[in-house]
């Protein structure tokens, strides 16, 4: 069955020329508590599903709230949330699979809006980095 959907979202992707993804698709990951190699601190590797391995590189579209990192202007480089700016992962009880770090395209910005908007571009998956969140959005643009 899970290669029987693979295959028909693979087709599917063919046929329309772009990736679409859902923040559904994006929480198909798994926590586990573990205990580090000392024995004592606790941490949460994610688990994370082929389909969002997959995406890595592809262009998508995501529904969502911005996330300033500057006040609330235009701004090029941004947080992107499932959920309105009181509810996202940084203030509310969301997780990080809820949150994509969003960088425009070159000599774009994006003004900020308490409305939902839809922002199209190429999707990055870095897991490992432990500087920023592990979804990025690279090239976007707003979807109008």
């Known amino acids: ?12 992707m063919a046929f329309t020329g772009q990736a679409q993804t859902t923040w559904g698709t994006l929480s198909l990951i798994r926590f ?3 205990e580090d190699m000392f024995g004592s601190v606790k941490y949460e590797p994610g688990k994370f599903s082929e389909l969002i391995q997959e995406l890595d590189g592809a262009t998508i579209e995501l529904p969502g709230y911005i996330v300033p ?3 609330k202007k235009e701004q090029a480089h941004f947080f992107f949330s499932l959920y309105p700016y009181a509810n996202c992962f940084f203030c509310g009880n969301a997780g990080p699979e809820t949150i994509i770090e969003v960088q425009m395209e070159s000599g774009t910005t994006q003004a900020y809006s308490e409305e939902q908007i839809t922002l199209q571009g190429v999707f990055r998956f870095t897991p490992l980095d432990s500087e920023s969140v592990m979804y990025k959005l690279e090239q976007a643009k707003l979807v109008e």
């Open 32 to 34: 586990e508590f573990q």
């Open 69 to 71: 990192l500057e006040g």
């Open 1 to 12: 069955m899970r290669k029987c959907f693979v295959v028909i979202v693979m087709v599917w």
